[in-house]
Protein backbone atom coordinates (compact mmCIF):
# COMPACT_ATOMS: atom_id res chain seq x y z
CA UNK A 1 0.00 0.00 0.00
CA UNK A 2 1.54 3.13 -1.22
CA UNK A 3 1.03 6.03 1.33
CA UNK A 4 -0.47 9.12 0.30
CA UNK A 5 2.15 12.09 -0.26
CA UNK A 6 1.33 15.35 0.58
CA UNK A 7 1.11 18.19 -1.60
CA UNK A 8 4.57 20.06 -1.63
CA UNK A 9 3.01 23.64 -1.21
CA UNK A 10 6.68 24.93 -0.85
CA UNK A 11 7.84 23.60 -3.88
CA UNK A 12 5.22 24.94 -6.14
CA UNK A 13 5.64 28.55 -5.19
CA UNK A 14 9.36 27.96 -5.77
CA UNK A 15 8.77 27.15 -8.95
CA UNK A 16 6.74 29.76 -9.85
CA UNK A 17 9.59 32.26 -8.71
CA UNK A 18 12.41 30.31 -11.03
CA UNK A 19 10.19 30.59 -13.51
CA UNK A 20 9.24 34.09 -13.62
CA UNK A 21 13.51 35.09 -12.52
CA UNK A 22 14.21 32.97 -15.82
CA UNK A 23 11.52 34.89 -17.56
CA UNK A 24 13.03 37.80 -16.68
CA UNK A 25 16.94 36.94 -16.77
CA UNK A 26 16.10 35.86 -20.77
CA UNK A 27 13.87 38.85 -21.15
CA UNK A 28 16.62 41.44 -20.07
CA UNK A 29 20.00 39.45 -21.82
CA UNK A 30 17.97 39.52 -25.51
CA UNK A 31 17.16 43.11 -24.92
CA UNK A 32 21.08 43.91 -24.23
CA UNK A 33 21.57 43.02 -27.89
CA UNK A 34 18.29 43.53 -30.00
CA UNK A 35 16.77 46.68 -27.85
CA UNK A 36 17.82 47.68 -24.12
CA UNK A 37 14.22 49.66 -23.39
CA UNK A 38 12.66 46.64 -24.50
CA UNK A 39 13.06 44.32 -21.47
CA UNK A 40 10.15 43.27 -19.90
CA UNK A 41 10.90 44.55 -16.46
CA UNK A 42 12.62 47.92 -17.72
CA UNK A 43 9.13 47.84 -20.19
CA UNK A 44 7.31 47.57 -17.25
CA UNK A 45 8.71 49.85 -15.10
CA UNK A 46 8.62 52.41 -17.38
CA UNK A 47 4.96 51.58 -18.35
CA UNK A 48 3.90 51.92 -14.54
CA UNK A 49 6.35 55.05 -14.29
CA UNK A 50 3.24 56.61 -16.41
CA UNK A 51 1.08 55.32 -14.59
CA UNK A 52 1.67 56.94 -11.51
CA UNK A 53 -0.81 59.13 -10.59
CA UNK A 54 0.68 62.87 -8.96
CA UNK A 55 0.00 62.22 -5.33
CA UNK A 56 2.18 58.86 -6.02
CA UNK A 57 4.20 60.58 -7.43
CA UNK A 58 4.38 62.93 -5.00
CA UNK A 59 4.88 60.02 -2.13
CA UNK A 60 7.64 58.61 -3.47
CA UNK A 61 9.49 61.84 -4.04
CA UNK A 62 8.87 63.14 -0.45
CA UNK A 63 9.49 59.60 0.61
CA UNK A 64 12.54 58.24 -1.45
CA UNK A 65 13.85 61.63 -2.42
CA UNK A 66 16.22 60.98 -5.50
CA UNK A 67 16.55 57.01 -4.52
CA UNK A 68 12.68 57.10 -6.19
CA UNK A 69 13.93 54.48 -9.02
CA UNK A 70 15.24 52.04 -6.73
CA UNK A 71 12.19 52.16 -4.55
CA UNK A 72 10.32 51.32 -7.46
CA UNK A 73 12.29 48.48 -8.57
CA UNK A 74 12.46 47.24 -4.87
CA UNK A 75 8.40 47.33 -4.69
CA UNK A 76 8.06 45.72 -8.27
CA UNK A 77 10.36 43.07 -7.54
CA UNK A 78 8.65 42.13 -4.48
CA UNK A 79 4.96 42.90 -5.96
CA UNK A 80 6.22 40.06 -8.79
CA UNK A 81 8.05 37.32 -6.24
CA UNK A 82 4.33 36.89 -4.84
CA UNK A 83 3.03 36.72 -7.85
CA UNK A 84 4.99 34.21 -9.00
CA UNK A 85 4.97 32.19 -6.18
CA UNK A 86 0.83 32.35 -6.31
CA UNK A 87 1.38 31.60 -10.04
CA UNK A 88 3.21 28.66 -8.98
CA UNK A 89 0.92 27.41 -6.84
CA UNK A 90 -1.76 27.45 -9.04
CA UNK A 91 0.46 25.65 -11.76
CA UNK A 92 0.73 22.90 -8.90
CA UNK A 93 -3.16 22.32 -8.92
CA UNK A 94 -3.77 23.06 -12.87
CA UNK A 95 -0.56 23.07 -15.13
CA UNK A 96 -2.56 24.80 -17.63
CA UNK A 97 -2.59 28.02 -14.96
CA UNK A 98 0.97 28.58 -14.59
CA UNK A 99 1.27 28.33 -18.82
CA UNK A 100 -1.37 30.58 -18.31
CA UNK A 101 0.21 32.71 -16.17
CA UNK A 102 3.67 33.21 -18.03
CA UNK A 103 1.38 34.11 -20.98
CA UNK A 104 -0.36 36.80 -19.43
CA UNK A 105 3.15 38.23 -18.22
CA UNK A 106 4.64 37.92 -21.49
CA UNK A 107 1.66 39.79 -23.04
CA UNK A 108 1.95 42.17 -20.62
CA UNK A 109 5.24 43.17 -21.30
CA UNK A 110 5.50 42.61 -25.04
CA UNK A 111 2.39 45.44 -24.80
CA UNK A 112 4.06 47.40 -22.54
CA UNK A 113 7.68 47.64 -24.62
CA UNK A 114 5.89 48.02 -28.08
CA UNK A 115 4.08 50.93 -26.67
CA UNK A 116 7.12 52.48 -25.46
CA UNK A 117 8.34 55.78 -27.52
CA UNK A 118 12.09 54.26 -27.44
CA UNK A 119 12.10 50.98 -28.29
CA UNK A 120 11.73 49.76 -32.07
CA UNK A 121 10.99 47.31 -34.28
CA UNK A 122 12.19 44.14 -32.20
CA UNK A 123 9.94 45.66 -29.28
CA UNK A 124 8.15 42.44 -28.83
CA UNK A 125 11.30 39.84 -29.46
CA UNK A 126 12.87 39.98 -25.44
CA UNK A 127 8.96 38.75 -24.25
CA UNK A 128 8.46 36.11 -27.13
CA UNK A 129 11.09 34.45 -26.21
CA UNK A 130 11.34 34.87 -22.21
CA UNK A 131 7.74 33.40 -22.38
CA UNK A 132 9.32 30.47 -23.91
CA UNK A 133 12.12 30.39 -21.63
CA UNK A 134 9.62 30.46 -18.74
CA UNK A 135 7.08 28.05 -20.06
CA UNK A 136 10.15 25.68 -20.66
CA UNK A 137 11.28 26.03 -16.37
CA UNK A 138 7.83 25.53 -15.46
CA UNK A 139 7.33 22.35 -17.56
CA UNK A 140 10.43 21.20 -16.11
CA UNK A 141 9.97 22.18 -12.65
CA UNK A 142 6.56 21.07 -12.38
CA UNK A 143 7.27 17.68 -13.72
CA UNK A 144 10.05 17.34 -11.36
CA UNK A 145 7.90 19.11 -8.09
CA UNK A 146 4.90 16.27 -7.94
CA UNK A 147 5.80 13.42 -6.06
CA UNK A 148 6.99 10.19 -7.94
CA UNK A 149 6.36 6.31 -7.81
CA UNK A 150 9.83 6.37 -5.48
CA UNK A 151 9.09 5.08 -1.72
CA UNK A 152 8.71 8.36 0.56
CA UNK A 153 11.47 9.17 2.77
CA UNK A 154 14.16 7.77 -0.15
CA UNK A 155 15.07 11.08 -0.81
CA UNK A 156 14.73 10.46 -4.39
CA UNK A 157 12.07 13.13 -4.88
CA UNK A 158 13.95 15.60 -3.18
CA UNK A 159 17.07 15.27 -5.02
CA UNK A 160 15.23 15.34 -8.67
CA UNK A 161 13.65 18.80 -7.91
CA UNK A 162 16.82 20.48 -6.29
CA UNK A 163 18.98 19.55 -9.15
CA UNK A 164 16.10 20.68 -12.09
CA UNK A 165 15.82 24.07 -9.23
CA UNK A 166 19.51 24.62 -8.80
CA UNK A 167 19.93 24.17 -12.95
CA UNK A 168 17.30 27.05 -13.74
CA UNK A 169 18.23 29.03 -10.85
CA UNK A 170 21.57 29.27 -12.26
CA UNK A 171 20.92 29.72 -15.70
CA UNK A 172 18.79 32.76 -14.58
CA UNK A 173 21.36 34.42 -12.94
CA UNK A 174 24.21 33.61 -15.89
CA UNK A 175 21.72 35.18 -18.44
CA UNK A 176 21.07 38.23 -16.14
CA UNK A 177 25.14 38.61 -15.34
CA UNK A 178 25.91 38.62 -19.13
CA UNK A 179 23.18 40.58 -19.60
CA UNK A 180 24.35 43.52 -17.22
CA UNK A 181 28.23 42.77 -18.23
CA UNK A 182 27.01 43.14 -22.06
CA UNK A 183 24.70 46.22 -21.37
CA UNK A 184 27.52 47.91 -19.80
CA UNK A 185 29.74 47.79 -22.75
CA UNK A 186 27.64 48.21 -25.09
CA UNK A 187 25.21 50.95 -24.08
CA UNK A 188 27.47 53.29 -22.70
CA UNK A 189 28.02 57.10 -23.88
CA UNK A 190 30.70 57.80 -21.34
CA UNK A 191 33.89 57.44 -23.63
CA UNK A 192 31.72 59.57 -26.05
CA UNK A 193 31.12 61.85 -23.41
CA UNK A 194 34.73 61.49 -22.44
CA UNK A 195 36.56 62.56 -25.77
CA UNK A 196 34.67 65.85 -25.88
CA UNK A 197 35.70 68.92 -25.44
CA UNK A 198 33.56 72.01 -24.80
CA UNK A 199 33.15 74.98 -26.54
CA UNK A 200 34.53 78.33 -25.24
CA UNK A 201 31.36 80.69 -24.37
CA UNK A 202 31.01 83.91 -26.72
CA UNK A 203 28.76 85.36 -24.12
CA UNK A 204 28.92 84.77 -20.27
CA UNK A 205 25.39 86.45 -19.48
CA UNK A 206 24.29 87.69 -16.24
CA UNK A 207 22.16 90.65 -15.33
CA UNK A 208 24.38 91.20 -12.52
CA UNK A 209 27.48 91.08 -13.71
CA UNK A 210 29.78 90.48 -17.22
CA UNK A 211 31.83 87.87 -15.55
CA UNK A 212 30.52 85.29 -13.35
CA UNK A 213 31.77 86.93 -10.21
CA UNK A 214 31.27 84.03 -7.03
CA UNK A 215 32.87 86.75 -4.64
CA UNK A 216 30.86 86.64 -1.21
CA UNK A 217 27.97 84.11 -2.78
CA UNK A 218 29.16 81.54 0.20
CA UNK A 219 27.91 81.66 3.83
CA UNK A 220 30.83 80.00 5.45
CA UNK A 221 28.79 77.82 8.19
CA UNK A 222 29.57 74.35 8.70
CA UNK A 223 26.55 72.13 6.65
CA UNK A 224 25.92 74.87 4.07
CA UNK A 225 25.03 73.45 0.71
CA UNK A 226 27.87 74.83 -1.41
CA UNK A 227 26.37 77.84 -3.59
CA UNK A 228 27.97 76.21 -6.73
CA UNK A 229 26.40 72.71 -6.59
CA UNK A 230 29.03 69.79 -8.06
CA UNK A 231 27.38 67.92 -11.09
CA UNK A 232 28.04 64.67 -8.89
CA UNK A 233 25.86 66.02 -5.71
CA UNK A 234 23.13 67.73 -7.92
CA UNK A 235 19.37 66.62 -7.77
CA UNK A 236 18.53 64.14 -10.31
CA UNK A 237 14.94 63.60 -11.05
CA UNK A 238 13.38 61.98 -14.29
CA UNK A 239 10.64 59.01 -15.59
CA UNK A 240 13.40 57.50 -17.47
CA UNK A 241 14.15 53.96 -15.22
CA UNK A 242 17.01 53.55 -18.05
CA UNK A 243 19.48 56.51 -18.85
CA UNK A 244 19.07 57.16 -22.78
CA UNK A 245 22.40 56.89 -24.44
CA UNK A 246 22.53 59.19 -27.08
CA UNK A 247 25.94 59.57 -29.31
CA UNK A 248 26.80 63.01 -29.57
CA UNK A 249 27.44 62.38 -33.72
CA UNK A 250 23.48 60.91 -33.66
CA UNK A 251 21.86 63.66 -32.02
CA UNK A 252 19.65 65.99 -34.10
CA UNK A 253 17.27 68.40 -33.17
CA UNK A 254 14.14 68.73 -34.80
CA UNK A 255 12.09 72.63 -35.09
CA UNK A 256 9.03 72.05 -36.79
CA UNK A 257 5.35 73.16 -35.58
CA UNK A 258 4.01 76.30 -36.30
CA UNK A 259 7.07 78.06 -37.59
CA UNK A 260 7.96 79.05 -41.07
CA UNK A 261 10.93 76.50 -42.02
CA UNK A 262 12.03 73.55 -40.09
CA UNK A 263 15.30 72.83 -38.86
CA UNK A 264 17.57 70.16 -37.93
CA UNK A 265 20.46 71.03 -35.81
CA UNK A 266 23.27 68.63 -35.29
CA UNK A 267 25.63 68.49 -32.45
CA UNK A 268 28.59 69.85 -33.98
CA UNK A 269 26.44 72.90 -35.61
CA UNK A 270 25.00 73.74 -31.87
CA UNK A 271 28.59 73.69 -30.49
CA UNK A 272 29.78 75.45 -33.03
CA UNK A 273 27.20 78.37 -32.97
CA UNK A 274 27.85 81.42 -30.31
CA UNK A 275 27.45 79.98 -26.82
CA UNK A 276 26.33 81.54 -23.55
CA UNK A 277 26.92 80.93 -20.45
CA UNK A 278 24.27 81.22 -17.21
CA UNK A 279 24.19 80.35 -14.34
CA UNK A 280 20.86 79.31 -13.27
CA UNK A 281 19.24 77.60 -10.30
CA UNK A 282 16.74 74.43 -11.16
CA UNK A 283 14.35 73.48 -9.14
CA UNK A 284 11.97 70.52 -8.96
CA UNK A 285 8.20 71.41 -8.61
CA UNK A 286 7.75 67.93 -6.28
CA UNK A 287 10.64 69.51 -3.84
CA UNK A 288 8.82 69.67 -0.44
CA UNK A 289 9.06 72.35 1.99
CA UNK A 290 12.16 72.72 3.08
CA UNK A 291 13.42 70.09 0.32
CA UNK A 292 16.83 69.46 -1.49
CA UNK A 293 15.43 68.94 -5.03
CA UNK A 294 16.99 72.22 -5.92
CA UNK A 295 20.60 72.70 -7.68
CA UNK A 296 22.83 75.62 -9.20
CA UNK A 297 25.27 75.50 -12.02
CA UNK A 298 26.72 77.29 -14.67
CA UNK A 299 25.17 76.28 -17.98
CA UNK A 300 27.01 76.56 -21.31
CA UNK A 301 24.39 76.75 -24.31
CA UNK A 302 22.81 78.44 -27.21
CA UNK A 303 20.53 80.26 -26.41
CA UNK A 304 17.14 78.87 -27.58
CA UNK A 305 15.28 82.20 -28.96
CA UNK A 306 18.75 81.92 -31.48
CA UNK A 307 17.17 78.87 -32.86
CA UNK A 308 13.36 80.12 -32.88
CA UNK A 309 13.98 82.94 -34.69
CA UNK A 310 16.25 81.07 -37.28
CA UNK A 311 12.95 79.01 -37.87
CA UNK A 312 10.33 81.68 -37.53
CA UNK A 313 7.76 81.62 -35.05
CA UNK A 314 4.68 82.25 -36.00
CA UNK A 315 1.89 84.59 -34.09
CA UNK A 316 -0.53 81.87 -33.62
CA UNK A 317 2.20 80.17 -31.10
CA UNK A 318 1.95 80.55 -27.80
CA UNK A 319 4.06 77.27 -26.21
CA UNK A 320 6.93 75.13 -27.48
CA UNK A 321 6.66 71.16 -26.59
CA UNK A 322 9.98 69.84 -26.03
CA UNK A 323 10.43 66.36 -25.85
CA UNK A 324 13.49 63.45 -25.01
CA UNK A 325 14.75 60.83 -26.73
CA UNK A 326 12.35 58.55 -24.91
CA UNK A 327 9.32 60.18 -25.59
CA UNK A 328 8.83 62.56 -22.14
CA UNK A 329 7.41 66.28 -23.05
CA UNK A 330 7.76 69.11 -21.59
CA UNK A 331 5.59 72.69 -22.57
CA UNK A 332 6.87 75.70 -22.50
CA UNK A 333 5.52 79.05 -22.65
CA UNK A 334 7.10 80.63 -26.01
CA UNK A 335 7.61 84.34 -24.25
CA UNK A 336 10.18 82.46 -21.31
CA UNK A 337 12.09 80.95 -24.69
CA UNK A 338 12.11 84.13 -26.60
CA UNK A 339 12.17 86.94 -23.70
CA UNK A 340 15.60 88.32 -22.93
CA UNK A 341 16.59 85.63 -20.25
CA UNK A 342 18.74 82.57 -20.17
CA UNK A 343 16.64 80.54 -21.73
CA UNK A 344 19.42 77.46 -23.02
CA UNK A 345 19.54 74.21 -25.52
CA UNK A 346 23.11 73.41 -22.86
CA UNK A 347 25.58 70.82 -23.56
CA UNK A 348 27.49 72.46 -20.47
CA UNK A 349 27.43 71.70 -16.86
CA UNK A 350 29.93 73.51 -14.80
CA UNK A 351 32.63 73.16 -17.23
CA UNK A 352 32.10 69.75 -18.15
CA UNK A 353 30.06 68.12 -20.75
CA UNK A 354 26.69 67.85 -19.22
CA UNK A 355 26.65 64.56 -17.27
CA UNK A 356 24.40 61.20 -18.83
CA UNK A 357 21.62 61.60 -16.20
CA UNK A 358 21.34 65.28 -16.71
CA UNK A 359 20.39 64.94 -20.37
CA UNK A 360 23.91 64.35 -22.64
CA UNK A 361 24.17 65.47 -24.93
CA UNK A 362 21.99 68.24 -25.12
CA UNK A 363 18.73 69.13 -22.21
CA UNK A 364 16.74 72.84 -21.83
CA UNK A 365 17.39 75.31 -18.96
CA UNK A 366 14.92 77.93 -18.75
CA UNK A 367 15.26 80.33 -15.43
CA UNK A 368 12.01 80.41 -13.52
CA UNK A 369 10.39 77.89 -14.42
CA UNK A 370 9.94 74.23 -12.55
CA UNK A 371 11.95 71.59 -14.08
CA UNK A 372 8.85 69.75 -15.43
CA UNK A 373 7.86 72.54 -17.74
CA UNK A 374 11.04 73.03 -19.16
CA UNK A 375 13.89 71.57 -18.25
CA UNK A 376 13.73 68.45 -20.78
CA UNK A 377 17.15 65.93 -20.85
CA UNK A 378 18.33 64.66 -24.04
CA UNK A 379 15.92 66.90 -25.67
CA UNK A 380 15.79 66.24 -29.59
CA UNK A 381 12.27 67.90 -30.65
CA UNK A 382 11.11 71.25 -30.16
CA UNK A 383 7.66 71.69 -31.67
CA UNK A 384 6.06 75.25 -32.10
CA UNK A 385 2.54 74.80 -30.87
CA UNK A 386 -0.18 76.17 -28.73
CA UNK A 387 -1.47 74.82 -25.04
CA UNK A 388 -4.93 74.54 -27.06
CA UNK A 389 -3.72 71.99 -29.39
CA UNK A 390 -0.92 70.15 -27.44
CA UNK A 391 -0.30 68.59 -23.88
CA UNK A 392 2.88 67.69 -22.34
CA UNK A 393 3.75 64.40 -19.89
CA UNK A 394 2.30 65.58 -16.66
CA UNK A 395 -0.47 67.99 -17.38
CA UNK A 396 -3.10 64.83 -17.90
CA UNK A 397 -1.35 63.28 -14.52
CA UNK A 398 -2.54 66.18 -12.91
CA UNK A 399 -0.10 68.56 -12.66
CA UNK A 400 -0.65 72.38 -13.60
CA UNK A 401 -0.06 73.46 -17.29
CA UNK A 402 1.90 76.30 -15.96
CA UNK A 403 4.72 75.91 -13.47
CA UNK A 404 6.16 79.00 -12.68
CA UNK A 405 8.60 78.66 -9.59
CA UNK A 406 7.07 79.69 -6.62
CA UNK A 407 9.04 82.06 -3.93
CA UNK A 408 10.92 79.65 -1.39
CA UNK A 409 13.34 79.57 1.23
CA UNK A 410 14.61 77.07 3.79
CA UNK A 411 16.77 76.89 7.14
CA UNK A 412 19.97 74.59 6.00
CA UNK A 413 21.99 75.11 9.57
CA UNK A 414 21.82 73.64 12.18
CA UNK A 415 19.40 70.57 10.70
CA UNK A 416 15.95 70.22 11.98
CA UNK A 417 16.23 68.24 15.38
CA UNK A 418 19.83 69.29 16.28
CA UNK A 419 20.81 70.16 19.55
CA UNK A 420 22.88 73.17 20.12
CA UNK A 421 24.62 74.93 23.01
CA UNK A 422 22.74 77.75 24.66
CA UNK A 423 23.86 81.59 23.91
CA UNK A 424 24.97 82.91 20.07
CA UNK A 425 23.82 80.31 17.62
CA UNK A 426 24.48 80.74 13.98
CA UNK A 427 21.52 80.24 11.49
CA UNK A 428 22.21 79.80 7.70
CA UNK A 429 19.70 79.42 4.62
CA UNK A 430 18.77 79.04 1.20
CA UNK A 431 16.43 81.24 -0.71
CA UNK A 432 15.42 81.34 -4.56
CA UNK A 433 12.76 83.16 -6.86
CA UNK A 434 14.28 82.55 -10.12
CA UNK A 435 13.97 85.49 -12.74
CA UNK A 436 12.59 87.69 -10.43
CA UNK A 437 15.23 88.22 -7.24
CA UNK A 438 15.94 87.56 -3.65
CA UNK A 439 15.75 90.67 -2.24
CA UNK A 440 15.02 89.81 1.51
CA UNK A 441 15.14 87.09 3.63
CA UNK A 442 13.65 87.11 8.17
CA UNK A 443 13.91 84.83 10.99
CA UNK A 444 11.67 84.17 13.19
CA UNK A 445 12.22 82.37 16.55
CA UNK A 446 9.06 81.07 17.90
CA UNK A 447 6.62 83.39 18.00
CA UNK A 448 8.91 86.42 18.30
CA UNK A 449 9.33 89.44 15.92
CA UNK A 450 10.75 88.48 12.25
CA UNK A 451 14.07 89.98 12.13
CA UNK A 452 16.09 90.33 8.89
CA UNK A 453 19.05 88.36 7.88
CA UNK A 454 21.78 88.76 6.03
CA UNK A 455 22.11 88.36 2.41
CA UNK A 456 24.96 86.97 1.00
CA UNK A 457 25.75 88.06 -2.96
CA UNK A 458 24.55 86.20 -5.71
CA UNK A 459 25.81 85.85 -9.15
CA UNK A 460 22.05 87.24 -10.83
CA UNK A 461 18.06 86.87 -9.97
CA UNK A 462 17.91 83.47 -12.15
CA UNK A 463 20.29 81.76 -9.13
CA UNK A 464 19.37 81.22 -5.70
CA UNK A 465 20.64 82.95 -2.48
CA UNK A 466 22.38 82.49 0.48
CA UNK A 467 21.35 83.79 3.65
CA UNK A 468 22.75 83.49 7.58
CA UNK A 469 21.46 85.13 10.78
CA UNK A 470 22.93 85.29 14.44
CA UNK A 471 20.69 84.32 17.16
CA UNK A 472 22.38 86.12 20.26
CA UNK A 473 20.31 84.72 23.09
CA UNK A 474 19.10 81.35 22.55
CA UNK A 475 17.72 79.83 26.00
CA UNK A 476 17.35 76.21 26.70
CA UNK A 477 14.84 74.42 25.88
CA UNK A 478 12.44 73.24 22.58
CA UNK A 479 12.66 76.36 20.13
CA UNK A 480 10.91 76.66 16.62
CA UNK A 481 12.95 78.66 13.83
CA UNK A 482 11.50 79.67 10.62
CA UNK A 483 12.10 82.07 7.65
CA UNK A 484 10.47 83.52 4.54
CA UNK A 485 11.89 85.37 1.73
CA UNK A 486 11.03 88.12 -0.41
CA UNK A 487 11.25 88.44 -4.41
CA UNK A 488 11.26 91.61 -6.14
CA UNK A 489 7.74 92.50 -5.32
CA UNK A 490 5.94 90.19 -2.43
CA UNK A 491 7.50 87.93 0.57
CA UNK A 492 6.89 84.66 -0.17
CA UNK A 493 3.22 82.96 0.69
CA UNK A 494 2.59 81.88 4.21
CA UNK A 495 -0.39 79.70 2.54
CA UNK A 496 0.66 76.06 3.00
CA UNK A 497 0.49 73.74 -0.34
CA UNK A 498 1.15 70.48 -1.09
CA UNK A 499 3.37 70.38 -4.27
CA UNK A 500 0.65 68.76 -6.44
CA UNK A 501 -0.09 70.21 -8.81
CA UNK A 502 2.52 73.40 -8.83
CA UNK A 503 4.43 73.74 -6.24
CA UNK A 504 4.83 73.51 -2.54
CA UNK A 505 4.37 76.64 -0.19
CA UNK A 506 4.71 77.67 3.13
CA UNK A 507 7.16 78.51 5.60
CA UNK A 508 10.09 75.89 6.38
CA UNK A 509 10.22 75.50 10.27
CA UNK A 510 12.89 73.46 11.94
CA UNK A 511 12.69 72.23 15.94
CA UNK A 512 15.83 73.20 17.87
CA UNK A 513 16.87 72.03 21.19
CA UNK A 514 19.13 74.38 23.17
CA UNK A 515 20.83 73.16 25.99
N1 LIG B 1 13.68 63.72 -20.55
C1 LIG B 1 13.29 64.16 -19.35
N2 LIG B 1 13.66 65.39 -18.97
C2 LIG B 1 13.28 65.88 -17.75
C3 LIG B 1 12.48 65.10 -16.89
C4 LIG B 1 12.09 63.80 -17.32
O1 LIG B 1 11.38 63.06 -16.62
N3 LIG B 1 12.52 63.37 -18.55
N4 LIG B 1 12.12 65.60 -15.66
C5 LIG B 1 12.16 67.05 -15.49
C6 LIG B 1 12.06 67.43 -14.09
S1 LIG B 1 10.59 67.11 -13.31
C7 LIG B 1 13.06 68.10 -13.45
S2 LIG B 1 12.82 68.75 -11.91
C8 LIG B 1 14.39 68.30 -14.08
C9 LIG B 1 15.49 67.79 -13.21
O2 LIG B 1 16.73 67.93 -13.84
P1 LIG B 1 18.00 67.24 -13.20
O3 LIG B 1 17.69 65.78 -13.06
O4 LIG B 1 19.15 67.52 -14.10
O5 LIG B 1 18.19 67.88 -11.85
O6 LIG B 1 14.47 67.62 -15.33
C10 LIG B 1 13.34 67.73 -16.15
N5 LIG B 1 13.67 67.13 -17.41
MO1 LIG C 1 10.63 68.12 -11.37
Redesign the pocket.
Known amino acids: MSEKKPRPTRRFALVGLLAGALFFAVGWLLAVLLDPPAAPHAALGATVVDLTPPWLKDFAVETFGTNDKVALFVVMGIVSSGLAALAGLLAGRRRGLGVGAVLALAALCALAAAGRPDTGTYAIVPAVVAAAAGIGALELLLRRARPSDAPAGSGTDRRRFVGAAVGIGAGAAIAAGVGSIVARTRTSVESARADLALPEPTETASSAADELDLTGTQVELDGMPEYVTPNDN???????LSV?QIDPSEWQLRVHGLVDQEITLSYDELADAALTEAMVT?????NPIGGS?A?NATWLGLPIRDILARAGVQDSADMVLSR???G?T?GTPLEALTDDRDSLLAIGMNGEPLPV???FPV??VVPGL???V??????TELKVTRFADDEA??TPRGWSERGPVKTASRVDVPQSGATVAAGEVRLGGTAWAQHRGITRVQVQIDDGQWQDAELASTVSTDTWRQWSFTWADASPGRHAVRCRAWDDEDVQTAETAAPAPNGASGYHVISLEVE
Open positions: FYRIDTAPLTCVSLGSADWAEHGRMYGYSATKWVYW
